[in-house]
């Protein structure tokens, strides 16, 4: 699975900006999209995630950080997922990425563990 993200940009302290990762080529109806980020010389860090399951549907988790602030939706018309941010602040300054896997599960695989494919990246910048 090819992963492009996109959406990334310049945004000021508490604005909001959308990300996008399609994902036009998953034929499955279980699988999972992380949504990760990673400054240089830092580690790579978990935003959330949303998991797609057949006869549930979608459930998510988030990053305490991001918790209240980001939502991650899964829109199938689209074949998209997508990460909201809202009331950005300097330090969500960073580059951010997309995955998926299918035997993920979000709250554990949070760090990136079992995610099978991921994307290059879109970069964020918050301007105080």
């Known amino acids: 699975v090819q992963l492009v993200e996109s959406g990334g940009g310049l945004v000021q302290v508490g604005g909001s900006l959308r990300l996008s990762c399609p994902t036009p080529?998953?034929?499955?109806?279980?699988?999972?999209v992380g949504w990760f980020r990673q400054v240089p010389g830092k580690e790579r860090e978990g935003v959330g995630c949303?998991?797609?399951?057949?006869?549930?549907?979608?459930?998510?988790y988030y990053a305490a950080f991001s918790r209240g602030r980001f939502t991650i939706t899964i829109d199938h018309g689209e074949s998209t997922t997508h990460l909201l941010l809202n009331d950005v602040r300097p330090e969500d300054t960073a580059n951010y990425y997309c995955?998926?896997?299918?035997?993920?599960?979000?709250?554990?695989?949070?760090?990136?563990?079992?995610?099978?494919?991921w994307g290059q990246g879109t970069q964020v910048t918050v301007s105080s």
């Open positions: 995955a998926v896997g299918w035997s993920v599960a979000c709250e554990a695989d949070l760090k990136g563990d079992n995610y099978l494919s």
């Open positions: 949303v998991k797609q399951a057949e006869g549930i549907g979608q459930n998510t």
């Open positions: 080529t998953i034929h499955k109806s279980d699988y999972a």
